[in-house]
């Protein structure tokens, strides 16, 4: 997971904050918040994708680097959150 300098998570963190609030605000159940993350993410991707953001032209490299990023994403999502929580059920219930 590339760590970023603290001066660009500044810029960053309040409107992702803000955003995190929003779909909590509206969480009724896991299947609606699924729904508006995936929403949220794809909706992201498709403006970093305009013929108007990063360079002009859309290529093959930035479907990659965009794609690449998030499947690092969903890893470090695996690494530091699910296996920890995947640990601490083991040592409540005993491993398999």
């Known amino acids: 997971m590339p760590y970023i300098k603290s001066q660009d998570r500044k810029y960053l963190d309040k409107?992702?904050?803000?955003l995190?609030?929003?779909?909590i605000d509206h969480i009724t159940s896991n299947d609606k918040l699924c729904g508006q993350l995936n929403y949220v993410i794809f909706?992201?991707?498709?403006?970093?994708?305009?013929?108007n953001i990063i360079g002009g032209e859309l290529s093959y490299a930035r479907f990659n680097a965009i794609v690449?990023?998030?499947?690092?994403?969903?890893?470090?999502?695996?690494?530091?959150?699910?296996?920890p929580y995947e640990d601490l059920k083991i040592r409540e219930n005993g491993d398999v």
């Not at 995190?20 to 779909?23: I, P, S």
């Not at 909706?43 to 013929?51: A, E, P």
């Not at 690449?68 to 296996?83: F, H, N, Q, V, Y």
């Open 43 to 51: 909706k992201i991707v498709k403006i970093l994708t305009s013929k």
């Open 68 to 83: 690449g990023a998030l499947d690092c994403c969903k890893t470090e999502i695996s690494r530091r959150l699910i296996a």
């Open 20 to 23: 995190a609030l929003k779909l």
């Open 15 to 18: 409107s992702i904050n803000q």
